[in-house]
């Protein structure tokens, strides 16, 4: 096959793989970027596969930082653009089932090619726009087929996250297994438990923002591939609810996991226990438990002014882009308007701080200063109190003679 037209992308990086054939290499585009193009999808990023040797690379070009040299990758820094190149490799056996133990360099584009994934991620193109294909992956494509490159076993033994990468794919290209790859992950699911949480969590967070996601998570059931993601062991049934909902791709991951939590059960106190286990960042905890608070708010009632700030205006229009998941009209426009007409958006908006309340009263600094400056933010907020200095230490005075009664 002959791609007459490259992209931008692939045209900007030509000059390096002429300097590498002019010294007498080998070069050829390689990898998800060649099977984006042959899709016809947006190209991410450009990856050259050579027969030359990092030390190689490193004399042709000025400009090299060592990003993987042990395996034979060499970052290429060429105009303002940088790309990585790696040298054909064959690799020995995988006792960790993820890395190899001895990585041997190699003249050979098909030893190279043979130690790939899948089919759909073994072509190569040459710089003409000649497509390599060794292992028919172009009919592959054509069928939306997912096939191992050789023997699935041998494959998925290598590097077990694999399995979670073809999972991956289905989510993202729609693709379905071939019947023994698919065969294959249903008996090598196991392997998994050697792989890193992190590294799971990666794919599976891919998986999750995929627009066939639902296809996907039925395939993560019945291989059993689940059974490896932490706390989702006792879940498969909700995660088949899951996978039944309406097949809206999620904007982030925070609004994946959020609509997953539901269908779990799984109530405000857990997610920051349950996120940990996958060792995910504070910042998307934080914002799971806010639109998970957020969603069950707005399944009882339309978003109020006191929950619009408590969200702020992302959190707020995330919730609203999860109504059509239940059956609900977003109301976007809404929460907009609501949102900009509240009279303050921060605590820290307030006419009055803390040192204001302490020079107004003769307390000592206590539980009563956050108390205090709660109320009058909801007050403010709910438009029960002007955000004017004299009306809230006014208002207060009010709060703490209400207290002494008390």
Not at 58 to 75: C, M, N, Q, S, W
Not at 223 to 233: I, K, Q, S, V
Not at 278 to 291: P, Y
Request: glycine share 6%; net charge negative; aromatic share 10%.
């Amino acid at each position: 096959m002959q791609l007459v037209n490259l992209p931008e992308e692939f045209k900007l990086a030509l000059p390096v793989m002429g300097q590498i054939e002019q010294a007498g290499f080998e070069a050829y585009f390689v990898g998800g970027s060649v099977r984006d193009i042959l899709l016809g999808h947006k190209i991410h990023d450009v990856d050259i596969a050579t027969s030359a040797f990092p030390a190689e690379i490193k004399a042709i070009f000025p400009r090299t930082i060592d990003i993987g040299i042990e395996h034979g990758t060499v970052l290429v820094l060429y105009q303002d653009e940088q790309y990585e190149v790696t040298t054909f490799r064959t690799e020995s056996t995988y006792q960790d089932f993820r890395r190899p133990d001895h990585v041997q360099f190699v003249r050979s584009l098909t030893e190279d090619l043979k130690r790939r994934d899948f089919t759909i991620n073994a072509f190569a193109l040459k710089d003409d726009g000649e497509v390599i294909d060794l292992f028919d992956g172009l009919i592959d494509l054509k069928e939306h087929v997912l096939r191992a490159v050789g023997n699935p076993h041998e494959r998925f033994h290598e590097d077990a996250l694999r399995m979670m990468r073809g999972l991956r794919f289905v989510s993202q290209l729609g693709f379905s297994f071939e019947i023994e790859t698919f065969d294959a992950i249903s008996e090598n699911h196991t392997l998994l438990e050697k792989i890193s949480v992190e590294r799971i969590y990666v794919e599976f967070s891919k998986l999750l923002l995929g627009k066939f996601r639902n296809q996907a998570i039925r395939f993560l059931v019945e291989t059993e591939c689940y059974l490896y993601c932490p706390g989702l062991r006792y879940y498969g049934e909700a995660l088949l609810r899951f996978a039944d909902l309406k097949p809206i791709m999620f904007t982030t991951v925070a609004q994946a996991w959020t609509v997953l939590f539901e269908q779990m059960g799984i109530g405000q106190k857990l997610i920051r226990p349950f996120l940990k286990e996958w060792k995910a960042s504070n910042d998307l905890i934080q914002e799971v438990q806010a639109l998970s608070w957020g969603l069950r708010v707005r399944q009882e009632h339309l978003l109020r002014p006191w929950e619009i700030y408590q969200l702020g205006l992302e959190n707020s229009l995330a919730v609203e882009a999860l109504m059509p998941f239940y059956n609900l009209v977003p109301a976007r426009d809404e929460v907009a308007k609501i949102y900009a007409a509240l009279p303050i958006k921060h605590l820290r908006e307030l006419e009055i701080n803390g040192n204001d309340l302490l020079q107004k009263f003769t307390l000592k600094p206590g539980k009563w200063l956050k108390d205090i400056l709660s109320q009058l933010e909801y007050q403010v907020v709910t438009g029960s109190l002007k955000n004017d200095a004299k009306a809230l230490l006014d208002a207060a005075q009010e709060i703490l003679r209400a207290g002494e009664q008390n």
